[in-house]
């Protein structure tokens, strides 16, 4: 990251990613009465009085406990504190001082970073003078904010932005691609991230469900900046009961509907399922690239099952998925999981690609003139002509005297003659029929 990063820290349920969603000004992080909501970091650009940072929302971090969630939390926790530059301390002013506020007063005193003491949960600003009590943390001046309403805000950030670093001012990225890692839970979302990053960016747990937020995480790869966001996995909307479990359903279909190319993960020892032809139909609707990735291919009992079956019979099951590309692959091992950013790239190419008209209408009257529409009501339906009006996904218009007569039998067919043409691997392709004005 070029830009300055903030860590917003603290004890669980004090509001620390109410604050988050108050600085960057939009519903990112999961809030939630329950403690313990955020489990992983979850970064975002956020600016201020023309000043332009990286805030990071960490989990609550709970000392000495021995549940290994609460553990992997801490050190997540501490991850973010090493990589920034500027801490926020969050504390609750409505419980007051608190033990473990001390405790990680003092993990964040050592860092040696400059500290801002943030005493959240002050409703009742100006007249409610309870902040001055976390003067005993020895970290300065306690600034009383409302995270929820927006209290005192303002000034907690112009203290934010009088500590951070020179850096520039975030700018446009043409070389970036977004890449939502999507799959049911459970299926190594998380542990693929981390493998391809060579590090724990995201808590990885036996347990189901372990990432409720979407955490981005950027490399650069060839050329171009590659942000992986890791979702929280997608059950049937049926099976979706808990408040908390339905916000992380509701934030990764959005992240789905933002992405470039989605990484659909599936497990290699259970095979594809309904839900999991759901999702890629839904990023595949949104006009998302998508490459599907067989994970815990090494766990896989071949025994005569190759991964050629296993693509045939997926393929046969759902017709789309004949233009998607497939990777088996195991993020515990890392067996070939570095050619899925290849895969990414690739999909992104075929998504941003643009034929010329010449090329578009040399393939369209080939088809027309091997198989011409047919008659509607005895008037011949004739296609004059077409060409590709944008990319992100390949957007085909073509001009036909009855357009809304042309059958979904024949647009199949122009579908299927583009791609025996073009091939737009990893990509979905739209073609529109218009009117033309000529008779």
């Given at each position: 990251m070029?830009?300055?990063?903030?860590?917003?820290?603290?004890?669980?349920?004090v509001?620390?990613?109410?604050?988050?969603?108050?600085v960057?000004?939009?519903?990112l992080?999961?809030?939630?009465?329950?403690p313990?909501?955020?489990?992983?970091?979850?970064f975002?650009?956020?600016?201020?009085?023309?000043?332009?940072?990286?805030?990071?929302?960490?989990?609550?971090?709970?000392?000495d406990?021995?549940?290994?969630?609460?553990?992997?939390?801490?050190e997540?926790?501490?991850?973010?504190?090493?990589?920034?530059?500027?801490?926020?301390?969050?504390?609750?002013?409505?419980?007051?001082?608190?033990?473990?506020?001390?405790?990680?007063a003092e993990?964040?005193?050592?860092?040696?970073?400059?500290?801002v003491?943030?005493?959240?949960?002050?409703d009742?600003l100006?007249?409610?003078?309870?902040?001055?009590?976390?003067w005993?943390?020895?970290?300065?001046?306690?600034?009383?904010?409302?995270?929820?309403?927006?209290?005192?805000?303002?000034?907690?950030?112009?203290?934010?932005?009088?500590?951070?670093?020179a850096?520039?001012?975030?700018?446009?990225?043409?070389?970036?691609i977004?890449?939502?890692?999507v799959?049911?839970?459970?299926?190594?979302?998380s542990?693929?991230?981390?493998?391809?990053?060579g590090?724990e960016?995201?808590?990885?747990?036996?347990?189901?469900?372990?990432?409720?937020d979407p955490?981005?995480?950027?490399m650069?790869?060839?050329?171009r900046?590659?942000?992986?966001?890791?979702?929280?996995?997608?059950?049937?909307?049926?099976?979706?009961k808990?408040?908390?479990?339905?916000?992380?359903y509701?934030r990764?279909?959005?992240?789905?509907r933002?992405?470039d190319?989605?990484?659909?993960?599936?497990?290699?020892?259970q095979?594809?399922s309904?839900?999991?032809?759901?999702?890629?139909?839904?990023?595949?609707?949104?006009?998302?690239?998508?490459?599907?990735?067989?994970n815990?291919w090494?766990l896989?009992?071949?025994?005569?099952f190759t991964?050629?079956?296993?693509?045939?019979?997926?393929?046969?099951?759902?017709?789309?998925?004949q233009?998607?590309?497939v990777?088996?692959?195991?993020?515990l091992?890392?067996?070939?999981?570095?050619?899925?950013?290849?895969?990414?790239?690739?999909a992104?190419a075929?998504?941003?690609?643009?034929i010329?008209t010449?090329?578009?209408?040399?393939?369209?009257?080939r088809?027309?003139g091997?198989?011409?529409?047919p008659?509607?009501?005895?008037?011949?339906?004739?296609?004059?002509?077409?060409?590709?009006?944008?990319?992100?996904?390949?957007t085909?218009v073509l001009?036909?005297?009855?357009?809304?007569?042309?059958?979904a039998?024949?647009?199949?067919?122009?579908?299927?003659?583009?791609?025996?043409?073009?091939e737009?691997?990893?990509?979905?392709?739209?073609?529109?029929?218009?009117?033309?004005?000529?008779?």
């Amino acid at each position: 990251m070029t830009l300055p990063v903030v860590a917003v820290v603290g004890r669980p349920n004090v509001g620390k990613s109410t604050l988050f969603n108050r600085v960057i000004g939009r519903r990112l992080a999961i809030v939630d009465d329950q403690p313990g909501v955020t489990r992983d970091r979850n970064f975002s650009p956020a600016d201020w009085a023309g000043r332009h940072f990286y805030i990071v929302d960490t989990g609550g971090v709970i000392e000495d406990s021995d549940r290994p969630m609460d553990r992997l939390v801490r050190e997540q926790a501490e991850v973010a504190i090493r990589e920034a530059d500027v801490l926020v301390l969050v504390t609750d002013g409505k419980e007051g001082l608190h033990p473990l506020d001390q405790k990680v007063a003092e993990m964040l005193r050592s860092s040696g970073k400059p500290v801002v003491l943030a005493v959240n949960k002050m409703d009742n600003l100006p007249r409610d003078p309870a902040h001055h009590e976390f003067w005993e943390l020895g970290l300065g001046e306690p600034h009383a904010v409302s995270a929820g309403s927006g209290k005192g805000s303002g000034d907690l950030l112009d203290r934010i932005v009088e500590l951070l670093p020179a850096a520039d001012a975030l700018p446009d990225d043409p070389t970036q691609i977004r890449v939502a890692v999507v799959g049911k839970p459970n299926v190594g979302k998380s542990s693929l991230v981390n493998r391809l990053f060579g590090e724990e960016r995201v808590v990885v747990s036996d347990e189901a469900g372990t990432t409720r937020d979407p955490v981005d995480s950027t490399m650069a790869y060839h050329g171009r900046n590659l942000v992986f966001v890791d979702t929280a996995g997608l059950r049937r909307q049926a099976k979706v009961k808990e408040d908390l479990e339905y916000y992380s359903y509701v934030r990764t279909e959005r992240v789905v509907r933002d992405a470039d190319v989605c990484l659909m993960l599936i497990d290699g020892t259970q095979g594809i399922s309904h839900q999991d032809l759901r999702i890629m139909e839904q990023a595949w609707e949104a006009g998302a690239g998508v490459v599907l990735v067989v994970n815990k291919w090494d766990l896989v009992e071949k025994d005569g099952f190759t991964a050629d079956l296993m693509v045939k019979a997926m393929r046969e099951r759902t017709p789309f998925l004949q233009w998607v590309p497939v990777l088996f692959a195991s993020a515990l091992t890392g067996q070939r999981v570095r050619k899925a950013l290849d895969m990414v790239l690739e999909a992104e190419a075929q998504r941003q690609r643009r034929i010329d008209t010449s090329d578009v209408n040399d393939v369209l009257q080939r088809l027309v003139g091997r198989q011409p529409p047919p008659h509607s009501r005895g008037r011949p339906v004739k296609i004059r002509y077409g060409t590709q009006v944008r990319v992100a996904p390949p957007t085909f218009v073509l001009f036909s005297n009855l357009p809304r007569e042309v059958p979904a039998h024949y647009l199949r067919y122009i579908h299927n003659g583009f791609r025996d043409a073009w091939e737009f691997t990893g990509t979905p392709i739209r073609i529109f029929f218009r009117e033309s004005n000529t008779s």
